[in-house]
T-cell receptor
Framework: DAEITQSPRHKITETGRQVTLACHQTWNHNNMFWYRQDLGHGLRLIHYSYGVQDTNKGEVSDGYSVSRSNTEDLPLTLESAASSQTSVYFC?????????????FGPGTRLLVL | AQTVTQSQPEMSVQEAETVTLSCTYDTSENNYYLFWYKQPPSRQMILVIRQEAYKQQNATENRFSVNFQKAAKSFSLKISDSQLGDTAMYFCAFMKGYGQNFVFGPGTRLSVLP
């Protein structure tokens, strides 16, 4: 079955370190998204991509970057991790299919920055 | 910019009873999509139901139905015959158009009591 996976599921790092969170989907979806989830804020969009070589900034993109070299993967990089980036990160994907577009979410990655 | 509001941070309901979760949104768009996502303790985001703004008929999926009031910009979720497995965070989400990113509300924590 097609799916969307994230790795690692849990990560502890130190401030100032570079961290990369992986997202891989096997639906062949064009659209991929990264969100962070914090108490009181729901999910907020970090970056998104509408296809290979396309990336766009979301609501809370500062301190994060993404690259899209193929359809299946959209890795999220924290250039220099900060304690404020402690959060749960969700990757999602979607495909245009008439009016049936829905975003499918990965299981999430819990990141702790010490 | 679009905003989504969920005015009930927490709710509880007895098993087999009916509960309604509220969601309001603000947009100047005429065509858009609305969603309810469920997030159980496993943290996975699961699509519950979706509604296209151009459709007047309210969406229904088994025990889940919505009351979509476009003029009032209201999109409430009704859960009938509540089950213990319905215990979760519920997020209302707005999407402007095809391939656009979601805007999520802050969530409502629902507890179904035995």
């Amino acid at each position: 079955d097609a799916e969307i996976t994230q790795s690692p599921r849990h990560k502890i790092t130190e401030t100032g370190r570079q961290v990369t969170l992986a997202c891989h989907q096997t639906w062949n979806h064009n659209n991929m998204f990264w969100y962070r989830q914090d108490l009181g804020h729901g999910l907020r969009l970090i970056h998104y991509s509408y296809g290979v070589q396309d990336t766009n900034k979301g609501e809370v993109s500062d301190g994060y970057s993404v690259s899209r070299s193929n359809t299946e993967d959209l890795p999220l990089t924290l250039e220099s991790a900060a304690s404020s980036q402690t959060s749960v990160y969700f990757c999602a994907s979607s495909e245009l299919a008439g009016v049936q577009e829905t975003q499918y979410f990965g299981p999430g990655t819990r990141l702790l920055v010490l | 910019a679009q905003t989504v509001t969920q005015s009930q941070p927490e709710m509880s309901v007895q098993e087999a009873e009916t509960v309604t979760l509220s969601c309001t949104y603000d947009t100047s768009e005429n065509n858009y999509y609305l969603f309810w996502y469920k997030q159980p303790p496993s943290r996975q985001m699961i699509l519950v139901i979706r509604q296209e703004a151009y459709k007047q008929q309210n969406a229904t999926e088994n025990r889940f139905s919505v009351n979509f009031q476009k003029a009032a910009k209201s999109f409430s979720l009704k859960i009938s015959d509540s089950q213990l497995g319905d215990t979760a965070m519920y997020f209302c989400a707005f999407m402007k158009g095809y391939g656009q990113n979601f805007v999520f509300g802050p969530g409502t924590r629902l507890s179904v009591l035995p």
